[in-house]
């Protein structure tokens, strides 16, 4: 980027290291996993891979990540949500949200195989602190309480841009109309809200989804989930019939992320509009 | 002492005396009463769930060799913990990777940022598509197709620093966010366009003109990164090297109830925790600076 490239058909030069690096590192493994993902054993293309995914094995993690996605989404929106409301209406320097917020990106997006011993410690079958629950290893409810330990704080994340969106005046112009506070939420607060809302919702499925490391922590000899599944083809890569199987799991992956992730950034787009 | 006095200040103020004198939200003061009240009950019983079993794994790492004895051998064990592989060689090996990480990106994105931002207006939508990817694609998908990839990097160089190659790809939303935020807050045409008229290279227009604006920022994005390199498992895990939640996974599984998995863990939660409070109150700082 000397001095040297002064015309403005020259300057695209500079994103030359950028495109390299991210075109080795993140656009060509995926592309690889496509790639993989129809090719045969021995290096034709075929449909075999996906259409190998049709066993019981693969079926049930599939709908072991559905099952899962589906409850700790939705139980860590309505909390996630309930929170942010509780956090956007304090004090917006005050210590209180900075503390919730701190905590909430730590546990939402840095926590990995941690969380799973935090609860290990806490409720654990034979170790628990608190008392022992026999239920902590039953799928999906146990790892479902532990999902929502990083759930509901992304929620909370993520929704609470929305709620400082909700202005004072049109609460007041609720009011001044003669509306309760039942009205203005059916009428004024959830229309508002319901976008980013959905919008949430979904990027709490895809997280979910794509979750490994705690779930592994939490019970690493049984695949319930994808993200598990795929772990163990590519690590017992050898002696496995299909040497495709990790990729077509992955490319099934894409696919579903990839159709909730559109819907989360379309709804984000609308939600925009009244965060300003 | 200002900056110590001021978190208790403020935590005062925001229990007692919350938003109807800074911040009108059209209310009456029966509804702001039920809405305290409403912030009380959440405040505690969402405080209460997410402490609780931070606070059993802080007591079980205190704990003796009886149960109910206390005992601080299990966070003295974080230095010397002997493994195979030993806890404090990959805590260090996680410590370098963070270190190299945000080098890396930084030198990566941020030139590229600024470079796009002033000169190739036409990329920037390319460039946030590229860097917002990795929130799509899992990790756990990314590492299928890294595999091959890290089977050549392996002929080379087996160290788990190689490791950072993906851990960038991984912080790159992150840092992104964090950067453009604060590239948004400089007006980086006005800037540069002074600076050239003046005599100034590009090179000297983005690292002594535009970057010293976005120190904030770029610490934002530092902190994330750091963050992310510790809590990191997936790729490390199935490219079967050994940082330090790696290695906490293999405790698990060989000593379930090793007291150093809850130090260690503890250790990793509070630092990740300590990491983003200095990030909102540097923000803070910054803003109070400005008119």
């Known amino acids: ?276 | 002492m200002a900056a110590v006095n001021q978190p208790l200040g403020d935590l005062a103020a925001d229990l007692t005396g919350p938003a109807a004198t800074r911040r009108p939200s059209g209310l009456r003061a029966s509804q702001r009463r039920r809405l305290n009240t409403f912030r009380y009950v959440a405040f505690t019983v969402f405080g209460l769930f997410f402490l609780l079993p931070l606070l059993a794994m802080v007591r079980f790492s205190l704990e003796g060799t009886t149960p109910g004895s206390w005992s601080v051998a299990a966070w003295t064990q974080i230095v010397s913990y002997p493994g195979p592989p030993p806890l404090l060689s990959s805590i260090e090996i996680t410590l370098e990777l963070a270190v190299i990480t945000s080098a890396v990106m930084l030198l990566l994105v941020l030139p590229t940022m600024i470079w796009v931002q002033l000169r190739v207006q036409w990329f920037s939508r390319i460039l946030e598509f590229i860097c917002l990817l990795p929130l799509t694609i899992p990790a756990i998908v990314l590492v299928v197709g890294l595999a091959p990839i890290y089977n050549q990097i392996e002929r080379y160089n087996v160290s788990a620093l190689m490791l950072f190659w993906a851990y960038v790809i991984l912080a790159l939303p992150y840092a992104y966010r964090a950067l453009a935020a604060g590239l948004a807050a400089v007006d980086a045409r006005t800037l540069s366009e002074a600076a050239r008229s003046l005599g100034a290279r590009w090179p000297v227009v983005i690292f002594r003109v535009i970057v010293p604006n976005m120190v904030q920022a770029i610490l934002n994005a530092l902190l994330l990164t750091v963050a992310l390199v510790l809590g990191e498992f997936t790729v490390a895990y199935l490219l079967s090297y050994v940082n330090l939640q790696t290695n906490l996974f293999e405790i698990s599984r060989s000593s379930e109830n090793a007291g150093v998995l809850f130090s260690a863990s503890a250790a990793t939660l509070a630092f990740a925790f300590i990491l983003l409070m200095i990030l909102s109150y540097a923000g803070r700082r910054l803003r109070r600076g400005r008119p």
Request: proline share 4%; with cysteine; net charge neutral.
């Open chain 1, 1 to 276: 980027m000397a001095a040297a490239i002064t015309t403005e058909t020259g300057a695209w030069v500079g994103t030359v290291p950028f495109l390299a690096y991210t075109g080795v590192f993140l656009l060509l493994p995926t592309g690889i996993v496509v790639w993989n993902a129809f090719k045969g054993n021995t290096g034709h293309w075929t449909f075999a891979n996906i259409s190998a995914l049709n066993t019981g094995l693969v079926r049930s993690a599939f709908t072991g990540s559905l099952e899962l996605c589906v409850i700790s989404s939705l139980i860590g929106a309505v909390l996630g949500a309930l929170l942010a409301y509780a956090v956007a209406s304090g004090n917006p320097d005050g210590v209180v949200r900075r503390l919730y917020l701190a905590g909430s990106g730590v546990l939402a997006q840095f926590g990995g195989v941690t969380l799973a011993f935090a609860f290990l410690a806490a409720i654990g079958p034979t170790s628990g602190f608190y008392f022992h629950a026999p239920w902590f290893y039953d799928f999906p409810w146990g790892i479902a309480v532990i999902y929502c330990y990083f759930q509901i704080p992304l929620m909370t994340l993520v929704f609470l841009p929305a709620i400082d969106g909700l202005r004072a005046q049109w609460r007041e112009a609720a009011e001044s109309l003669g509306g309760s506070t039942w009205q203005y939420w059916r009428h004024v607060g959830a229309p508002l809200l319901a976008p980013a809302f959905i919008g949430a919702t979904l990027l709490l499925f895809a997280n979910a989804l794509s979750a490994f490391a705690t779930i592994e922590a939490w019970e690493d000899q049984i695949s319930y989930v994808v993200p598990q599944s795929i772990s163990t083809s590519l690590i017992s890569e050898v002696g496995l019939a299909n040497v495709h199987e990790g990729d077509a799991l992955a490319f099934g992956m894409i696919v579903l992320v990839v159709i909730v992730m559109s819907g989360y950034f379309l709804l984000q787009r609308r939600a925009a509009r009244w965060q300003r």
